[in-house]
């Protein structure tokens, strides 16, 4: 569990603040509340789940979350370009279970293999697709199912937009949705497996 927990004013100040410089990066000015966090996290099986990969995790509402569902041996590794946030992340939230790493989440797959894991059993998501470059989107897509569980193993993503439907779909096949009215903004949910 985190040492400390980040006051609410501290978060939101530091991910506001973070929106106006990097609007494109975050997609949205305040983080992700607790109704989408919780049907983000319904999803997943916390008694399988060993290894999780946060992709942008920002203040760590979301991080915090998981770590406190996760069990004792399990791991997440959550990746962040934003140096602002990894250092918000490393002085706030200690837990040996967190590996918090700067860089893109197009290296998953070396972030994972340098950690010595063959595999991710969850990543999860709220990095906004729609507006990076299109080599980009489908260099992570196309990592992220590489890295996943064979059986089992699942990407859950939240958008504000549908927009990223179409390519999730041309890289994991079946795509379930879902939909969280009470976030600001509302957001889509979508569970891809392999």
Request: net charge neutral.
């Amino acid at each position: 569990m985190p040492i400390k927990s980040p006051s609410t004013s501290e978060q939101a100040l530091l991910f506001a603040r973070n929106f106006f410089k990097h609007p494109k990066m975050l997609g949205s000015l305040i983080p992700s509340s607790p109704f989408l966090t919780d049907k983000l996290l319904d999803q997943v099986d916390w008694a399988s789940a060993r290894v999780i990969v946060e992709y942008g995790p920002g203040v760590g509402n979301l991080t915090e979350a998981i770590l406190k569902r996760m069990n004792y041996g399990a791991r997440l590794v959550a990746i962040e370009m934003n140096e602002d946030f990894v250092q918000f992340l490393n002085k706030n939230f200690y837990d040996p279970r967190l590996h918090v790493e700067q860089g893109s989440a197009e290296d998953v797959d070396k972030v994972l293999e340098r950690l010595g894991y063959p595999h991710a059993d969850y990543v999860v998501s709220g990095i906004p697709y729609s507006t990076m470059p299109p080599a980009v989107r489908d260099a992570i897509l196309r990592k992220t199912y590489q890295v996943l569980r064979p059986e089992g193993g699942a990407f859950i993503i939240y958008q504000f937009t549908r927009a990223v439907l179409p390519y999730l779909k041309q890289v994991f096949g079946y795509v379930q949705q879902d939909f969280e009215p009470l976030n600001i903004l509302p957001a889509r949910i979508f569970y891809c497996t392999r």
